[in-house]
């Protein structure tokens, strides 16, 4: 009984996506604090011990469960060691003490300076951390996973952690995701001559994924001095890497595009590698992939020594691109003014295009919207744009959207105004802009077939798995989503199911 109850709520979730009856507005103002989080809008949480004058630990990465439940990530202070952290809150803003009984879990990895800078949620609930610790006297990649009640996950390379050198110095990981197969990428920089962009794959055990270029391990050069921030997963499997590169004068956005092998692909401009110069000296921080597969990146940019730094954002078509569609030019340069500098470091798409962008302002968290067009949306917030003080020297990291359009952000504060070393987040109202992206044309063909549609929706609301979803099914030549993969991460990303792998 219970599984049928399961299965029937899947399928009510999956109809309540396509009907518009369903959806329900957010109560409050686009852009206004939502008090039933935390009922402030606001939550500050201290975990660890004290920190050293001038520290910048805090939270760094932000994932919301499909349970509404929201974890973050990041380092913080063991006695006299940084660890890499998490901390899990119910969806009002309270400490989830079912994770690790507490809410907070500090797990050390290579020794005295472990520092995490990414998360995410496996489809079974499995958590991973990622960024780079210290081991025999380098910084190296480090990942670890838990368990969905935040103890270590040993089938995760037999400890739950793994630390791997790339480069022949110090190596450090910002980014990480998951593909449907449950093989998991990171991101990120190695130290040399000169510093490069650096990826590696593990298998879904956490040992090194050998498909992925021989080895595990990928090293790009696009300028003399690399550092990946961000890595996507397209729904055909390659890989895309963005980041900021040194170009003759100055720092410009960077990406590259893998194939599913590791090698650079070809149809991304010619060669797999992009260079942008936007708006003079530009640090690329962050990346996402719009479900029509243009790829937003953003960062911050400065067009002089005394100029402070600005707002910037690219869109790119699937090839590379600009696309012209957003601002008319492919690219956005704001400044907010008062000669202070924006730190651009998170992006989230809206299911109906439209955009937010996240970090750090006057020491206090800023939030902008964007429409789809590249044109700053002024329904939030009566002007695009919300900058909100939290506690003190405040710095946001991450931006994450929940299913009801609520808009979180999370990030680092201090609550006596020493340094950041708090694990902050707020919430503000999204205001309602339609529930998902979501057709029942599941196989993407244009129509809506009760011989492959109907058939897939009726096999996932009956439990049912992996490629047997697809199974015996003759799909249209013009189908887009033909292969499980594809279709699961349509129905996750755009249509808001939570599937088992």
């Given at each position: 009984?219970?599984?049928?109850?399961?299965?029937?709520?899947?399928?009510?979730?999956?109809?309540?996506?396509?009907?518009?009856?369903?959806?329900?507005?957010?109560?409050?103002?686009?852009?206004?604090?939502?008090?039933s989080?935390?009922?402030?809008?606001?939550?500050?949480?201290?975990i660890?011990g004290?920190?050293?004058?001038?520290?910048?630990?805090?939270?760094?990465?932000?994932?919301?469960q499909?349970?509404?439940?929201?974890?973050?990530?990041?380092?913080?202070?063991?006695?006299?060691?940084?660890?890499?952290?998490?901390?899990?809150?119910?969806?009002?803003g309270?400490l989830?003490?079912?994770?690790?009984?507490?809410?907070?879990?500090?797990?050390?990895?290579?020794g005295i300076?472990?520092?995490a800078?990414?998360?995410?949620?496996?489809?079974?609930?499995?958590?991973?951390?990622?960024?780079?610790?210290?081991?025999?006297g380098?910084?190296?990649?480090?990942?670890?996973?838990?368990?969905?009640?935040?103890t270590?996950?040993?089938?995760?390379?037999?400890?739950?952690?793994?630390?791997?050198?790339?480069?022949?110095g110090?190596?450090?990981?910002?980014?990480?995701a998951?593909?449907?197969?449950?093989?998991?990428?990171?991101a990120?920089?190695?130290?040399?001559?000169?510093?490069?962009?650096?990826?590696?794959?593990?298998?879904?055990?956490?040992?090194?994924?050998?498909?992925?270029?021989?080895?595990?391990?990928?090293?790009?050069?696009?300028?003399?001095?690399?550092?990946?921030?961000a890595?996507?997963?397209?729904?055909?499997?390659?890989v895309?890497?963005?980041?900021?590169?040194l170009?003759?004068?100055?720092?410009?956005?960077?990406?590259?595009?893998?194939?599913v092998?590791?090698?650079?692909?070809?149809?991304w401009?010619?060669?797999?590698?992009?260079t942008?110069?936007?708006?003079?000296?530009?640090?690329?921080?962050?990346?996402?992939?719009?479900?029509?597969g243009?790829?937003?990146?953003?960062?911050?940019?400065?067009s002089?020594?005394?100029?402070?730094?600005?707002?910037?954002?690219?869109r790119y078509?699937?090839?590379?691109?600009?696309d012209?569609?957003?601002?008319?030019?492919?690219?956005?340069?704001?400044s907010?003014?008062?000669?202070?500098?924006?730190?651009?470091?998170?992006?989230?798409?809206?299911?109906?295009?439209?955009?937010?962008?996240?970090g750090?302002?006057?020491?206090?968290?800023?939030?902008?919207?964007?429409?789809?067009?590249?044109?700053?949306?002024?329904?939030?917030?009566?002007?695009?744009r919300?900058?909100?003080?939290?506690?003190?020297?405040?710095?946001?990291?991450?931006?994450?959207?929940?299913?009801?359009?609520?808009v979180?952000?999370?990030?680092?504060?201090?609550?006596?105004?020493?340094?950041?070393?708090?694990?902050?987040?707020?919430r503000?109202?999204?205001?309602?802009?339609?529930?998902?992206?979501?057709?029942?044309?599941?196989d993407?063909?244009?129509?809506?077939?009760?011989?492959?549609?109907?058939?897939?929706?009726?096999r996932?609301?009956?439990?049912?798995?992996?490629?047997?979803?697809?199974?015996?099914?003759?799909?249209?030549?013009?189908?887009?989503?033909?292969?499980?993969?594809?279709?699961?991460?349509?129905?996750?990303?755009?249509c808001g199911?939570s599937?088992?792998?």
């Amino acid at each position: 009984m219970k599984n049928l109850l399961r299965r029937a709520s899947i399928l009510a979730a999956f109809s309540c996506a396509l009907l518009t009856p369903c959806v329900h507005a957010t109560p409050g103002q686009p852009g206004t604090l939502d008090l039933s989080w935390n009922l402030t809008g606001k939550v500050i949480t201290s975990i660890g011990g004290a920190v050293p004058f001038g520290t910048n630990s805090g939270a760094r990465a932000m994932a919301v469960q499909a349970d509404g439940k929201v974890l973050l990530a990041g380092m913080c202070y063991d006695v006299a060691n940084v660890d890499f952290c998490a901390i899990r809150y119910n969806a009002n803003g309270t400490l989830d003490t079912s994770w690790n009984g507490t809410g907070k879990t500090m797990t050390p990895i290579g020794g005295i300076d472990d520092q995490a800078y990414a998360i995410a949620v496996q489809s079974d609930g499995k958590v991973l951390l990622a960024g780079y610790c210290k081991s025999g006297g380098s910084y190296h990649f480090c990942a670890l996973r838990y368990n969905g009640d935040g103890t270590l996950d040993a089938s995760w390379n037999g400890s739950g952690k793994v630390i791997t050198p790339i480069g022949a110095g110090n190596d450090q990981a910002f980014a990480i995701a998951v593909q449907p197969d449950g093989k998991v990428l990171l991101a990120g920089t190695c130290f040399g001559q000169p510093t490069k962009f650096c990826t590696l794959r593990y298998n879904a055990n956490g040992t090194l994924d050998l498909s992925w270029n021989g080895t595990g391990k990928v090293s790009t050069s696009l300028g003399t001095g690399d550092i990946a921030y961000a890595v996507a997963i397209q729904p055909d499997g390659k890989v895309l890497v963005a980041g900021t590169c040194l170009g003759a004068a100055d720092n410009d956005f960077c990406t590259v595009r893998y194939n599913v092998n590791g090698t650079p692909d070809s149809s991304w401009n010619g060669t797999g590698l992009l260079t942008t110069s936007v708006g003079g000296d530009d640090i690329a921080a962050a990346m996402s992939l719009q479900p029509d597969g243009k790829v937003l990146i953003a960062g911050s940019c400065r067009s002089g020594a005394a100029i402070p730094t600005d707002f910037c954002a690219v869109r790119y078509n699937t090839d590379g691109t600009p696309d012209f569609n957003w601002n008319g030019t492919g690219s956005v340069v704001a400044s907010f003014g008062g000669g202070l500098d924006v730190r651009t470091r998170a992006i989230a798409v809206q299911s109906d295009g439209k955009v937010f962008f996240a970090g750090g302002y006057n020491n206090d968290f800023f939030a902008l919207r964007y429409n789809a067009n590249g044109v700053i949306d002024t329904n939030w917030n009566g002007t695009g744009r919300v900058v909100t003080p939290v506690g003190n020297f405040d710095s946001a990291w991450a931006v994450a959207l929940q299913r009801d359009g609520k808009v979180l952000l999370a990030g680092a504060c201090s609550a006596d105004g020493q340094s950041y070393y708090d694990f902050c987040a707020v919430r503000y109202d999204g205001g309602p802009f339609g529930y998902r992206n979501c057709t029942p044309d599941i196989d993407g063909d244009g129509s809506f077939l009760a011989t492959t549609d109907a058939l897939i929706n009726m096999r996932i609301a009956l439990g049912i798995t992996g490629n047997a979803v697809i199974g015996g099914i003759t799909f249209s030549p013009t189908a887009t989503r033909n292969t499980w993969p594809l279709i699961r991460n349509y129905l996750v990303t755009q249509c808001g199911m939570s599937l088992v792998q």
